[in-house]
């Protein structure tokens, strides 16, 4: 491994395929492994040569392809002669090629992969454009999404469904069916063919495609993941026709939901023909022995493919995987058993995973917008790498996400580019520019420049001190900042961002973050690994030797994997058993013949047996290994009990797939030798590193504190054993570690180990600061705040049970300062983000002195700060010293809580008592003691008095939840608590009040400069809902950017349910002056701090203690936004409605038994109003204050008796205009069995109003098709909110307003 080795490989080996090469093609750099025998010698007894080669993935001037250059320097490496570029490349020594390489994840990103077309079933035509509905930022008002990647859609009239559904209590014979149409699908469903294609129309479609130029095709129809008959015939034909690549989802994912499978299939087609170009053009530099050797390409889940074997779809995260792959090799304990953590610090971003024994894989992820349905390993990346650009925005210091990229780079790069994290590395020392390269500047051959990064952070320096002496009015309480404690700050702000999704990884998932080591890996990870580890309370840092190139290594330990999987559909039961685990059998022995195929014995292959396993009506499944035990069952409540914290003990498990993972080894790796050698290892510490071989210099580098002399040592001149205490530098040939103080380093032969000493834990009050603001301070508090807000979030869908919080999302967590002011939201549920202050508030005036220890409430009533009733907020306050320092609390969507309709969601209510269970404050836990006795009583007994009503329908679930939602802020209050051990309570308490006047400030500039606009500061808005009752707002803007709020002329209260609680229309006003200030920042009371809001009593925006409200959250919320952005002139109305849709079925008695009841519910996305600053209105999306997610269309179908016929835009229903506004959709249901439907919509009369001239979005319109046996159909209009009760065979369609256009 080191530099000045020089031997050759072994004369006896030349010619004869010795040398192992690994490859990963990144998209700046290419880094290349050499392995090869050599004459073994004292220092290095191993007998193996490690040569490493790192080249630019693009220099067009020198090389083709710098996988094949890589390879070329490599073999002249080794063998000592010349191998010219322009002859064909000897392979008579590669005994193998692994390569990893991002080709795949450039073209997907860039959006440069093959011009394909999509083949869906008729009326799915834009299935992937409408996705899964939510947009990607909510406080985006432009919607930005990601194209899709197909260039034409084929529509094939053919369509299949299952028979039986989920959800039917009643014991059936559901599944089964004598009739000639109906089939058994793969999965075991019985499937009804409703229509077969006509082959002849689709030849004809597929030919038309064909002749447009595209040569690549995607198939995916409804159910095929089961039913794959129509898929194979529609391969088959365009196959005959000449597509040169055919993808069908039934073969590429077998796995139900279309949307993924789609996305998928389609990803597939885009991808793979590009790979195979670059295969076959990386092929042809060599000689005709290319064919002879073995050539392994690695895969997003971990494993190596043959390269003929190797897709598009199975690329995209190449190379990262290989990455963990070597850190799971070289630095896990199969004796020791100590999880890892991977940091894989890069030039734009970072990369985290985590590995305990076993690789942690993901079946769903989404990568530049298109969702990927494939074994991935678990690798989350976050913005934020060497070229991450620095900011100061709204009082805060920003790390990216923008990023300088390669060209033009940090500002020390000589191309004028901005500041970085490389800079700040640079000026605080922990970059050394004698020992950086020098390929700078306009002849390549200058080096880092110091001076434009510090004239840049000196300008930056200046503002950041301007700003934040401005805002304060004595001169005293704010010190000026150094450039260097800016910088340092940065460093700092940039750690705490890489910090969350490793947060997420680990303790969200039940793991204790600091019982793991860090793995630290990437170019610019070791400069970040400490005080990475040290955030996090890790107390080991592995830095392999090797860790620049640690994803080239890694592919050279990798294993050639084959998966086979299949769909199932089973109970698991004594009787299941038995035939499941024959067919994982079967599926085992059909990937050991592949890999017998590819050359491996029997002793080399090893199989991993899974069943994805869940609780019947959840979507949250589990990949569930083969334990010693044998039992799938109590594997999987153990993993269930592990990362959700708890189990379903009467609730059927279902088992959803089969999955076999194979993987063939060629040579055995000892894992974890480097646990062995810190045994037996005899250290010593350098106490003068200058005496020492490998010292180079000492240079000043800046830590907390000031300036600290530092050792710079090269670590190929350490041996192992030498412990080197910090603070120093290691410098390796392509990467520098630094090691903070208080860190020691113990060289090993392949490591460097870097342990925590005790002075730096995290035990009490570590971080001593003044309570006085501060910029950096203030901005690592906010992402610690925010991150505890996602974590209680990510608790809470965790633990939750119903689909509502579990899989659509309807749910927020937030904390809140001692007075109950709105610190930190996640970014969940917009109309819940400014009401939930307006609950906690009312508690805490409500119940005063009586709040005690261990206290809980629960209420949803909108006189105390709720919004409608099934949305029911838990707080908690939390105590410190017998006082009330904090407050956190969790607001979630309950599926059922009683009244006159099923879901809570009456589209004809007209008193509170009809919407259900209904609390203005009651204490859910009292001092610890859970009140279930209260709840019960609150739940079934209390809306049951009421005449037509009901209690819940769904006790069980709604307990459940609630009692996720006490987990929830239970996380949030341990955080919270180790904050201020952290701290300090006093610090932390006073950053709540800081980062609160912080976005004032920023709120306060956005009104100041709408003023400048609108030099009056008068500005005005109306709209009316479909009754004609108007909403009326006028604003006035102060010089001091102050603003009044004045709904005065609002109509009055309504005898109906779209009356909306204050607390409504202050989350309207907060979520839109957040989205108009368009930067980072941090969501709190104090955007509301500069506003004073005046709403008339007794309006419909401030309606009477037993007004009916469940329409206001769901419809007037979004009215609202629609008038406050047309009144500022940002933004044309979108559809101004969620589309409420509600059915079920109630319980039933058959027979002397009674079955329990069921109900669906789900909102449907619109037309996004277009503005002034982007082109056009988003498509099928959802607005302003919703972003839950919609039913699969297979799962719907699977679970419900339902057929879904159609689900796409609504051309031409958006407005006209220089933009203009985006499609409504139409969603078509028709119903199996007699059931009722509830209809709860907007804008089905006054259309959604164009800006500046732009036209009006269309209408929204519902409709019911009553289907009569020996009788035309009955098309019926239902207005904007009505019960109907359905007859099979009916249909319900749903055509969903357009947003309005921007300007003429």
């Given at each position: 491994?080191?530099?000045?080795?020089?031997?050759?490989?072994?004369?006896?080996?030349?010619?004869?395929?010795?040398?192992?090469?690994?490859?990963?093609?990144?998209?700046?750099?290419?880094?290349?492994?050499?392995?090869?025998?050599?004459?073994?010698?004292?220092?290095?007894?191993?007998?193996?040569?490690?040569?490493?080669?790192?080249?630019?993935?693009?220099?067009?001037?020198?090389?083709?392809?710098?996988?094949?250059?890589?390879?070329?320097?490599?073999?002249?490496?080794?063998?000592?002669?010349?191998?010219?570029?322009?002859?064909?490349?000897?392979?008579?020594?590669?005994?193998?090629?692994?390569?990893?390489?991002?080709?795949?994840?450039?073209?997907?990103?860039?959006?440069?992969?093959?011009?394909?077309?999509?083949?869906?079933?008729?009326?799915?035509?834009?299935?992937?454009?409408?996705?899964?509905?939510?947009?990607?930022?909510?406080?985006?008002?432009?919607?930005?999404?990601?194209?899709?990647?197909?260039?034409?859609?084929?529509?094939?009239?053919?369509?299949?469904t299952l028979v039986g559904y989920a959800m039917d209590p009643r014991p059936a014979a559901q599944n089964q069916s004598d009739e000639t149409n109906v089939v058994v699908g793969r999965s075991g469903e019985h499937v009804r063919i409703l229509k077969t294609p006509e082959w002849a129309t689709v030849r004809k479609q597929l030919q038309q495609v064909f002749d447009t130029g595209i040569r690549s095709v995607a198939v995916c129809l409804m159910h095929a993941y089961t039913f794959t008959a129509h898929e194979e015939e529609i391969g088959r034909i365009a196959s005959e026709i000449g597509f040169t690549h055919v993808t069908l989802s039934s073969q590429l994912s077998p796995r139900i939901k279309i949307v993924p499978r789609a996305h998928s299939a389609t990803a597939d087609a885009y991808l793979t023909?590009?790979?195979?170009?670059?295969?076959?053009?990386?092929?042809?530099?060599?000689?005709?022995?290319?064919?002879?050797?073995?050539?392994?390409?690695?895969?997003?889940?971990?494993?190596?493919?043959?390269?003929?074997?190797?897709?598009?779809?199975?690329?995209?995260?190449?190379?990262?995987?290989?990455?963990?792959?070597?850190?799971?090799?070289?630095?896990?304990?199969?004796?020791?058993k100590i999880s890892l953590v991977g940091f894989d610090m890069g030039g734009t971003s970072t990369d985290v995973s985590r590995f305990g024994g076993e690789f942690e894989h993901v079946f769903e992820t989404t990568t530049a917008g298109v969702t990927i349905q494939a074994p991935q390993l678990d690798i989350n990346t976050v913005a934020a790498g060497g070229g991450s650009r620095l900011f100061f925005r709204n009082g805060l210091m920003v790390v990216g996400p923008e990023s300088a990229g390669a060209f033009p780079g940090p500002a020390c790069y000589r191309n004028g580019g901005p500041l970085c994290i490389t800079d700040a590395n640079l000026l605080l020392g922990r970059l050394r520019v004698e020992h950086f390269p020098h390929i700078f500047g306009p002849s390549e051959d200058q080096p880092l420049d110091m001076n434009a990064t510090r004239a840049l952070f000196e300008q930056l320096v200046a503002d950041i001190n301007a700003e934040m002496r401005a805002r304060h009015t004595a001169e005293s309480a704010y010190q000026n900042k150094s450039v260097e404690e800016i910088a340092l700050g940065f460093l700092q702000v940039a750690n705490e961002t890489m910090c969350r999704p490793i947060r997420t990884l680990t303790e969200a998932r039940g793991h204790n973050v600091q019982n793991h080591s860090l793995a630290c890996f990437g170019g610019a990870g070791g400069q970040h690994a400490?005080?990475?580890?040290?955030?996090?309370?890790?107390?080991?840092?592995?830095?392999?030797?090797?860790?620049?190139?640690?994803?080239?290594?890694?592919?050279?330990?990798?294993?050639?994997?084959?998966?086979?999987?299949?769909?199932?559909?089973?109970?698991?039961?004594?009787?299941?058993?038995?035939?499941?685990?024959?067919?994982?059998?079967?599926?085992?022995?059909?990937?050991?013949?592949?890999?017998?195929?590819?050359?491996?014995?029997?002793?080399?292959?090893?199989?991993?047996?899974?069943?994805?396993?869940?609780?019947?009506?959840?979507?949250?499944?589990?990949?569930?290994?083969?334990?010693?035990?044998?039992?799938?069952?109590?594997?999987?409540?153990?993993?269930?009990?592990?990362?959700?914290?708890?189990?379903?003990?009467?609730?059927?498990?279902?088992?959803?797939?089969?999955?076999?993972?194979?993987?063939?080894?060629?040579?055995?790796?000892?894992?974890?030798?480097?646990?062995?050698?810190?045994?037996?290892?005899?250290?010593?510490?350098?106490?003068?590193?200058?005496?020492?071989?490998?010292?180079?210099?000492?240079?000043?580098?800046?830590?907390?504190?000031?300036?600290?002399?530092?050792?710079?040592?090269?670590?190929?001149?350490?041996?192992?054993?030498?412990?080197?205490?910090?603070?120093?530098?290691?410098?390796?040939?392509?990467?520098?570690?630094?090691?903070?103080?208080n860190w020691v380093a113990t060289v090993t032969s392949t490591q460097l180990v870097l342990d925590n000493t005790p002075v730096t834990t995290l035990d009490v009050s570590t971080h001593h600061i003044s309570t006085e603001i501060d910029p950096i301070h203030l901005s690592v508090l906010a992402n610690r705040f925010m991150s505890i807000a996602e974590q209680m979030g990510r608790t809470l869908e965790k633990t939750s049970v119903s689909t509502n919080i579990k899989e659509r999302l309807d749910f927020s967590c937030a904390l809140f300062d001692q007075h109950g002011n709105l610190v930190a939201n996640a970014p969940h549920i917009p109309v819940h983000l400014g009401s939930m202050s307006h609950a906690v508030k009312f508690q805490l005036d409500r119940f005063s002195e009586d709040l005690q220890e261990g206290d809980v409430i629960l209420v949803n009533h909108p006189q105390a700060g709720g919004t409608h009733l099934p949305d029911i907020t838990i707080i908690s306050p939390v105590f410190h010293d017998s006082r009330i320092i904090f407050f956190v609390a969790s607001r979630g969507h309950h599926a059922d809580i009683g009244g006159i309709s099923p879901g809570s969601m009456p589209p004809n209510s007209c008193e509170l008592f009809q919407e259900g269970a209904s609390s203005m404050g009651m204490k859910i836990v009292d001092r610890g003691e859970f009140q279930e006795e209260a709840v019960r009583h609150m739940l079934l007994e209390e809306p049951a008095?009421?005449?037509?009503?009901?209690?819940?329908?769904?006790?069980?679930?709604?307990?459940?939840?609630?009692?996720?939602?006490?987990?929830?802020?239970?996380?949030?209050?341990?955080?919270?608590?180790?904050?201020?051990?952290?701290?300090?309570?006093?610090?932390?308490?006073?950053?709540?009040?800081?980062?609160?006047?912080?976005?004032?400030?920023?709120?306060?500039?956005?009104?100041?400069?709408?003023?400048?606009?609108?030099?009056?500061?008068?500005?005005?808005?109306?709209?009316?809902?479909?009754?004609?009752?108007?909403?009326?707002?006028?604003?006035?803007?102060?010089?001091?950017?102050?603003?009044?709020?004045?709904?005065?002329?609002?109509?009055?209260?309504?005898?109906?349910?779209?009356?909306?609680?204050?607390?409504?229309?202050?989350?309207?006003?907060?979520?839109?002056?957040?989205?108009?200030?368009?930067?980072?920042?941090?969501?709190?009371?104090?955007?509301?701090a500069p506003v004073r809001v005046v709403i008339p009593e007794n309006s419909f925006l401030s309606p009477s203690s037993t007004a009916a409200v469940v329409g206001g959250n769901v419809l007037t919320s979004q009215r609202l936004c629609d008038v406050i952005l047309a009144t500022f002139g940002v933004a044309a109305a979108s559809q101004g409605c969620m589309n409420n849709l509600t059915f079920g079925i109630p319980a039933i008695e058959e027979g002397g038994v009674r079955y329990e009841g069921w109900g669906y519910y789900e909102t449907i996305a619109g037309g996004h109003g277009a503005g002034r600053d982007w082109q056009k209105g988003q498509d099928g999306v959802h607005t302003n204050m919703t972003n839950t997610k919609i039913t699969d269309p297979e799962i719907l179908e699977r679970r419900y008796p339902v057929i879904l016929h159609r689900f796409m835009l609504r051309e031409g229903s958006g407005g006209t205009g220089m933009h203009p506004g985006g499609n409504g959709c139409i969603r078509d249901i028709e119903f199996l069995e007699a059931m009722s439907v509830s209809l709860l919509t907007e804008r089905r009369v006054f259309q959604p109003p164009g800006l500046d001239g732009g036209g009006n979005g269309a209408c929204g319109l519902n409709l019911w098709e009553r289907h009569f046996e020996h009788k035309d159909k009955q098309v019926l209009n239902l207005g904007g909110k009505n019960s109907v009760f359905v007859q099979p065979g009916d249909h319900i369609v749903i055509m969903t307003p357009g947003g309005g256009g921007y300007g003429k």
């Open positions: 491994m080191e530099t000045t080795d020089n031997r050759l490989l072994l004369e006896e080996c030349g010619g004869k395929h010795r040398v192992r090469i690994s490859v990963d093609r990144g998209g700046t750099f290419t880094d290349c492994v050499g392995i090869f025998p050599v004459e073994p010698t004292a220092k290095d007894p191993s007998g193996e040569r490690v040569v490493v080669v790192k080249l630019l993935s693009e220099d067009p001037t020198h090389y083709s392809d710098a996988p094949r250059e890589g390879i070329r320097r490599i073999l002249e490496i080794a063998t000592g002669r010349p191998h010219p570029r322009d002859a064909l490349l000897a392979t008579e020594n590669i005994e193998s090629i692994r390569m990893g390489t991002t080709v795949a994840t450039n073209a997907l990103l860039e959006r440069k992969g093959e011009p394909c077309a999509l083949v869906v079933t008729l009326g799915f035509r834009d299935l992937l454009k409408i996705g899964n509905q939510a947009r990607p930022k909510i406080f985006d008002l432009s919607i930005s999404k990601p194209d899709v990647l197909y260039q034409h859609v084929v529509q094939i009239d053919e369509r299949v023909p590009g790979i195979r170009r670059y295969v076959d053009g990386f092929a042809s530099g060599f000689d005709a022995g290319f064919g002879d050797i073995r050539i392994d390409f690695m895969q997003s889940d971990g494993g190596l493919a043959p390269v003929e074997h190797f897709s598009g779809l199975r690329a995209i995260l190449s190379g990262p995987a290989a990455g963990v792959v070597g850190y799971a090799v070289t630095s896990y304990s199969e004796s020791e400490c005080a990475v580890a040290a955030n996090l309370g890790i107390r080991r840092v592995f830095v392999h030797r090797l860790a620049s190139v640690l994803s080239a290594y890694g592919l050279g330990l990798s294993e050639v994997v084959h998966e086979e999987q299949s769909p199932a559909a089973a109970i698991w039961s004594n009787e299941a058993q038995q035939p499941l685990l024959a067919r994982l059998e079967k599926l085992s022995r059909v990937g050991c013949r592949k890999l017998i195929s590819q050359g491996f014995l029997d002793s080399q292959i090893r199989v991993q047996r899974f069943l994805n396993m869940r609780y019947d009506g959840t979507d949250t499944s589990i990949m569930v290994p083969e334990s010693t035990i044998g039992d799938y069952q109590l594997r999987f409540e153990s993993m269930h009990q592990r990362e959700f914290g708890f189990v379903l003990r009467n609730r059927r498990i279902i088992v959803d797939d089969l999955r076999a993972r194979v993987t063939g080894t060629l040579s055995k790796v000892k894992s974890g030798q480097v646990y062995d050698e810190l045994k037996s290892l005899q250290c010593r510490e350098l106490c003068e590193p200058n005496t020492h071989p490998a010292f180079v210099d000492t240079v000043s580098v800046y830590f907390q504190g000031g300036y600290r002399p530092t050792a710079v040592l090269k670590l190929g001149l350490l041996n192992p054993g030498d412990v080197v205490r910090g603070p120093a530098i290691v410098l390796d040939c392509n990467s520098a570690v630094l090691v903070e103080p008095q009421y005449p037509e009503c009901s209690g819940t329908r769904n006790y069980r679930d709604v307990l459940s939840d609630l009692k996720a939602q006490i987990a929830a802020n239970h996380r949030g209050i341990a955080l919270l608590s180790q904050l201020c051990a952290e701290y300090g309570l006093e610090v932390v308490q006073e950053y709540m009040a800081h980062i609160q006047h912080t976005a004032e400030a920023a709120v306060r500039l956005l009104l100041k400069e709408t003023r400048v606009k609108h030099p009056t500061g008068q500005l005005s808005g109306h709209d009316f809902m479909d009754d004609g009752s108007k909403i009326s707002l006028h604003v006035d803007i102060s010089e001091d950017g102050s603003a009044l709020f004045d709904f005065t002329g609002t109509s009055p209260e309504i005898y109906g349910n779209t009356n909306a609680p204050p607390s409504v229309t202050h989350s309207a006003i907060i979520y839109c002056l957040r989205c108009m200030v368009q930067s980072d920042l941090p969501l709190n009371q104090g955007c509301l």
